[in-house]
């Protein structure tokens, strides 16, 4: 054991830094792959069905993961406004630092999906966003195929 | 259960801490394993398997379980590392010492969550990185969205959810093992900061370090051991979809199923009138209320009246988290729950000191392997 007037004279030695360095590649999958292709060329949604519940999937899955069996070959793109299923409104990043402008996350889903999708929320306040709101989505003008094809959501016009 | 009955004959902890800079986790776990080999009255020699509970990104690198022998006294014996929760591990040793080929089990759960510079990084890694984790939010919203929807479905209130935040971190200033004991109203925990509302940073378990080392045994070897026995009569887990947009957010589902393949097991057909206390996850305030629902512990819509009413403190019928919970002792990642086993095997013994409950015969310790997971599970422990 130290002497409290010893402690302030050494240097700590009680601890390493170390770093781990990971990238990754992530491979969409085959229903993957076609979602995000009609998101990039055609500015839609789609939903794959499973032949036997018979519930439209989203994000589309190349199987139904209750009934155990290959979706349908003839997806659904969505029509009409999702809804929102959950929110939150966070409030700080990923450091832990407070957010300079909180975010509304939402569970966005639609009427005849099973499942949905994340995203955030925005052109409203938090306080204006309730359960059973209807969203639309922004698009980004220039797509890659990727989640960002879609900015955010909002309100959708005219509900 | 089937075979012959499997006990928790030995118990050690560290107790919790915020930070614990002087001692490696190795260290942390010598101690505890130390503590509970003596307790036992067994030497690591004559111990036949060993389990270990950890994730690689919160021990900071690869393949951490091949770690695990040393500080155990466990080099050249059979280690089985368990990538879940603490009591879906203690499920695996059981079903191990159930073969009948093997006598003494140890499982060990440790937590230098001081060490880990960006939790909220590391947890980000657990979201779907297609879909889900592009957006680059604190995965805290996961537990924001869940929470605001438990909270409508169900009637119960966020004043409620604080009063467990509040009820518990009060528990734990009896708990000389818990880490943030203290005495805060419900109105101090609606005051602070906002996470992800209705989250509050009240609501949520802080991080602590330390380690939990239990030794278990088949009940034949019980002449043998000095350790008092605790028995486990009934172990259940369950894990829902990965997918945050499958599941019904306001419901734990996988604490429900993982508690009736536990009950069914221990033959507890009532539990809320069997069990004489429970040690719920409580790793955010809402998710106490929401698993004591799904646990049949509340009927219903009815966790938080029935916290208001004392049933769940210490005096009242079914007392909650009398350890303090992980609000009240620190959240330590995968040893969380092996914290809560402790607490009912001290219970049920009649050792727990300042907060022992009187004539406690059957206790319930229940895990979720938090955020973004819907994962759990439930062990029913009784005197005989």
Redesign the interface.
């Known amino acids: 054991m130290l002497r409290p007037e010893q402690k302030q004279d050494l240097p700590v030695l009680r601890q390493v830094q170390g770093e781990i360095p990971i990238s990754h590649r992530y491979t969409l999958g085959v229903a993957g792959e076609r979602f995000f292709k009609a998101m990039r060329d055609q500015r839609q949604l789609l939903a794959s069905p499973c032949p036997k519940c018979r519930d439209l999937l989203l994000p589309p899955k190349a199987y139904c993961p209750r009934c155990f069996v290959a979706t349908a070959e003839a997806w659904s793109p969505l029509t009409g406004p999702g809804f929102v299923r959950g929110f939150t409104v966070v409030h700080r990043d990923l450091d832990e630092l407070p957010l300079a402008a909180p975010e509304i996350v939402a569970l966005i889903g639609w009427p005849e999906v099973r499942g949905g999708l994340v995203h955030r929320l925005q052109e409203v306040e938090p306080q204006q966003v309730a359960l059973g709101m209807a969203v639309e989505p922004v698009w980004a003008t220039q797509r890659t195929g990727c989640l960002a094809d879609i900015l955010h959501f909002r309100p959708a016009a005219n509900h | 259960m089937g075979g012959e009955r499997i006990a928790i004959v030995g118990a050690g902890c560290t107790g919790l801490r915020l930070r614990t ?2 001692a490696s986790f190795r260290e942390l776990v010598f101690q505890a394993a130390q503590k509970a080999y003596a307790d036992a009255g067994v030497r690591p020699q004559e111990v036949s398997a060993f389990v270990s509970v950890a994730e690689n ?1 919160n021990e ?1 690198a690869a393949i951490a379980d091949e770690y695990v022998p040393d500080q155990l006294g466990a080099v050249l014996k059979p280690v089985h590392a368990v990538a879940g929760d603490g009591i879906t591990g203690l499920a695996s040793l059981v079903m191990q010492l159930e073969t009948g080929q093997l006598d003494i089990g140890v499982i060990e759960g440790h937590s230098k969550a001081s ?1 880990v510079l ?1 939790p ?2 590391i947890l ?1 890694l657990a979201l779907d ?4 984790r ?5 995965p ?2 996961v537990a ?6 438990f909270l ?1 479905a169900t009637g119960n209130t966020q004043e409620q959810a604080a009063l467990a935040a509040a009820q518990n971190r009060k528990n734990a200033l009896a708990n000389p093992l818990a880490a943030y004991g203290a005495s805060l109203t419900v109105e101090q925990v609606l005051a602070s ?7 509050k940073l009240g609501d949520i378990a802080p991080p602590a370090d330390g380690a939990v080392v239990l030794v278990l045994a088949r009940e034949s070897m019980l002449g043998t051991l000095k350790g008092k026995p605790v028995f486990i009569n009934g172990i259940g887990w369950s894990q829902d ?1 990965p ?4 599941r019904e ?1 306001h419901r734990a589902a996988y604490a429900e199923q993982a508690a009736q393949m536990a009950y069914r097991m221990a033959g507890i057909s009532d539990a809320a009138s069997q069990i004489d206390l429970a040690e719920v996850d409580d790793t955010f305030s809402y998710k106490e209320l929401q698993h004591l629902e799904a646990l049949g512990l509340a009927p219903p819509g009815q966790a938080g009246n029935l916290l208001e009413a004392g049933v769940f403190s210490p005096q009242g019928r079914l007392p909650v988290n009398v350890s303090g919970g992980h609000l009240g002792c620190g959240y330590a990642h995968e040893m969380s729950s092996l914290r809560s086993v402790l607490e009912v095997v001290l219970q049920l013994r009649g050792e727990a000191g300042a907060r022992q409950l009187p004539g406690a015969r059957v206790g319930l310790a229940q895990s979720w392997r938090g955020i973004p997971t819907a994962s759990g599970a439930v062990v029913v422990l009784g005197r005989e």
């Open positions: 800079p002087e990104y900071g060490n960006h909220a990084h980000a990185p297609i879909y889900t592009p957006l680059r939010f604190h805290h919203y924001g969205m869940e929470m605001r929807a409508a900061p906002p996470e992800a509302e209705p989250l979809t997918n945050i947009e499958d957010l």
